[in-house]
């Protein structure tokens, strides 16, 4: 199970990082620690991965992601992460063994620096927020 947090500036902007470990960007988040719920892990991963630690909000999306050569199937939670001050942003600081940086991307952007699955996910929280619903999703896309 993995969790992350939906964060995005004042501008409607999401932020992306940029994992040293991966070709494609990501909202920050991890995966779920044994014995520890979805909601902790998305804010301990969010203060790892930007340095911020700040409470999350409701659940955007809840999506089944199929099993992988290297991984096995799962479960990804995506919390809201809020609107980031301008002081939020200044004090954004990510760990140079984990990220290779981070920024703040237009909604209709954040496809060319996702994974496919990723930017579906992201157009679901998208529309979450907008429509106060909870997404549930199949690998990215909603179930109809």
């Not at 199937?73 to 980031?84: A, M, P, R």
Request: some cysteine; proline content about 8%; charged content about 25%.
């Amino acid at each position: 199970m993995a969790a992350g947090a939906l964060c995005r500036d004042r501008a409607g902007q999401v932020l992306l990082v940029d994992p040293v470990y991966r070709d494609t960007w990501d909202v920050p988040g991890g995966v779920v620690e044994a014995e520890e719920s979805p909601h902790a892990a998305c804010r301990r991963e969010v203060a790892e991965e930007i340095g911020l630690d700040r409470p999350v909000g409701r659940a955007l999306a809840v999506d089944w992601v199929p099993s992988q050569p290297d991984y096995p199937e799962g479960l990804v939670v995506i919390y809201d992460g809020g609107v980031l001050s301008a002081s939020d942003i200044a004090a954004i600081t990510v760990p140079a063994d984990e990220l290779d940086g981070f920024a703040f991307v237009r909604p209709g952007q954040i496809a060319t620096r996702v994974r496919p699955i990723v930017a579906r996910r992201i157009r679901a929280c998208l529309n979450a927020l907008a429509t106060g619903a909870v997404a549930a999703l199949d690998n990215g896309s909603p179930i109809a």
